[in-house]
């Protein structure tokens, strides 16, 4: 059913892409929530905020734009660097349902910003892969990563991801080290260079609660469907990760080598979620690299038969989790 579609029929995919985010949106574009904030919410965001805080509706539909464009973008980006089939769109499918996990998250929060920011550094990344230093590549990748962490505080851990995606590609020269740190503090030294125009106090405006950022919040498990959802996440991962590992031996280097960013982008993704407080869209920071990881699971499982039900069963909770999460 869903996989012969998502293998074959194209304009079929295209109806399932936007009939089914429609019915998870409904209520919210009915009533729209009001607009995201959290403890980690930083200058960019909270300038955005305080222009749109009164115009719900319009958040609310912007918001599904533009997480429709980033689930097309990163489908794109997925199959031009052959990570998944040309003619899916099983990952702008699967992108979609996650960053729709709750009614309250439908509207304009600081992750949804930050997640569009490192989808452009991956693309950035990606690229580095494909010339033989890729410095700019590697600064303008940087430049994203930072740009998210003005958005939201812990997008800062992605810098790991980087890292760690230099030990995959196997650029040890110093240069792409050095540019990294270059590309990522330049939007910082640009905050700097207007706080101090403006007159006002750095720290203060980027740092007042930072004691609050390190506290690990478990508040989330007083939520049993919350419970529920994070257990069938972390079931469906467990065997895209053991899956996309263990092809990876039989695939192109190219392949390996992407699909090895992705698995480290998704552990170094394990640090924002456990110190994140905004616990209704917790599963925003694992929406990238679950979207290649899940697609790889139920693509490459060769009985439909299961696949299907294990799909089915995901559409239905996510479904489920929106309309009675309480």
């Not at 794109?76 to 990570?83: D, G, I, R």
């Not at 080598?257 to 698995?263: A, E, P, R």
């Amino acid at each position: 059913m869903f996989i012969k579609t998502f293998k074959k029929n194209y304009p079929l995919q295209l109806l399932l892409l936007t009939t089914i985010p429609l019915i998870m949106w409904a209520s919210a574009l009915a009533n729209p929530p009001e607009l995201n904030r959290s403890i980690f919410d930083m200058p960019i965001y909270n300038m955005l905020y305080s222009l749109t805080k009164d115009y719900r509706l319009f958040a609310t539909i912007a918001s599904f734009v533009l997480i429709f464009l980033q689930a097309i973008a990163l489908n794109y980006l997925f199959s031009e660097n052959h990570l998944c089939q040309k003619n899916t769109f099983l990952p702008a499918f699967i992108y979609i349902i996650l960053m729709s996990c709750s009614r309250e998250s439908m509207t304009f929060s600081s992750m949804l910003f930050a997640n569009m920011m490192i989808i452009i550094a991956l693309h950035f990344f990606f690229k580095c892969h494909d010339k033989k230093e890729g410095i700019d590549e590697i600064f303008n990748a940087s430049f994203f990563l930072a740009l998210a962490t003005l958005f939201y505080v812990p997008s800062v851990f992605f810098m790991l991801w980087m890292w760690g995606g230099f030990i995959v590609y196997k650029l040890y020269k110093w240069r792409s080290w050095i540019m990294s740190l270059f590309g990522y503090l330049t939007p910082f030294m640009l905050i700097i260079i207007y706080y101090y125009l403006m007159n006002k106090n750095i720290i203060t405006s980027l740092f007042f609660n930072v004691n609050e950022w390190i506290q690990i919040d478990f508040s989330f498990l007083n939520t049993p469907i919350q419970v529920v959802y994070i257990a069938a996440i972390l079931l469906y991962a467990i065997p895209a990760i053991f899956k996309t590992a263990s092809s990876r031996a039989n695939r192109i280097i190219e392949y390996r080598k992407k699909s090895g960013v992705l698995l480290v982008m998704f552990f170094i993704a394990i640090i924002p979620f456990f110190l994140s407080k905004t616990q209704t869209n917790m599963s925003f920071v694992f929406a990238i690299p679950l979207s290649f990881l899940l697609c790889n699971l139920f693509l490459e499982n060769p009985k439909e038969k299961y696949t299907n039900m294990f799909l089915l069963i995901f559409i239905l909770l996510s479904i489920f989790k929106v309309y009675f999460q309480v």
